[in-house]
């Protein structure tokens, strides 16, 4: 349902908050039906604040049941240095979960003329995401939380990458074997002019630029 031009993967990313910041994990609600919301790509964050404080004064959090900005946590090999970043799974949407029978036009419209928002899919009249499409969806944020970070650029088999640590610092050699369970790797290096393969951890090597 989502249009695809706006979906694709991209590379937006926003740095981990503190944890007492972080969205709150999607719950299961019987009554409640996610309403994907339409807003300027990088303002995702601010605009669910904001949608969140109109929640709270207005008193609608028994219709309004969670704003959600889809996330995922992700990493970055830096200077031999894990970063933990977030990277938005849906970039430009933000899901608004809420009772359809109670959702009414005022809310709609307090919404719709936040700062930054776009409209609700659907206009005035919402079309939420298929129960299939939302609990897919959801499940990633979900995965995500209980399975720690992935990497956001993940190695390769054939790239060349320099090795930043340990007695091979500053060799360049092409990657030979990634294996993401142990977050080792297999390089192949030249030593005296012949290529020897030598095993490494994901901390000792980067990309080459």
Not at 8 to 29: F, G, I, M
Request: glycine content about 8%; overall charge negative; hydrophobic content about 35%.
């Amino acid at each position: 349902m989502l249009d695809e031009k706006n979906t694709s993967p991209q590379e937006q990313e926003e740095a981990q908050t503190p944890a007492e910041e972080k969205a709150a994990l999607p719950q299961e609600d019987s009554k409640g039906l996610w309403y994907p919301l339409r807003v300027i790509s990088g303002k995702e964050r601010k605009i669910k604040e904001r949608i969140d404080l109109e929640v709270q004064r207005s008193g609608w959090s028994d219709v309004i049941l969670q704003v959600l900005v889809p996330t995922e946590k992700v990493y970055k090999i830096r200077s031999g240095k894990k970063v933990i970043l977030e990277r938005n799974l849906l970039p430009g949407y933000i899901l608004v979960q809420a009772d359809p029978d109670k959702f009414t036009g005022e809310m709609i419209q307090t919404i719709a003329n936040i700062p930054n928002v776009i409209h609700f899919l659907g206009g005035n009249n919402p079309e939420a995401m298929r129960a299939s499409e939302a609990n897919r969806l959801l499940g990633r944020v979900d995965e995500s939380e209980e399975s720690g970070e992935s990497m956001l650029e993940p190695f390769i088999v054939g790239e060349m990458v320099k090795i930043i640590d340990g007695p091979f610092n500053d060799f360049v050699g092409e990657l030979k074997e990634v294996n993401e369970e142990r977050k080792k790797l297999k390089v192949v290096v030249k030593i005296f002019g012949r290529g020897t393969e030598v095993e490494l951890n994901f901390m000792q090597v980067e990309k080459q630029e």
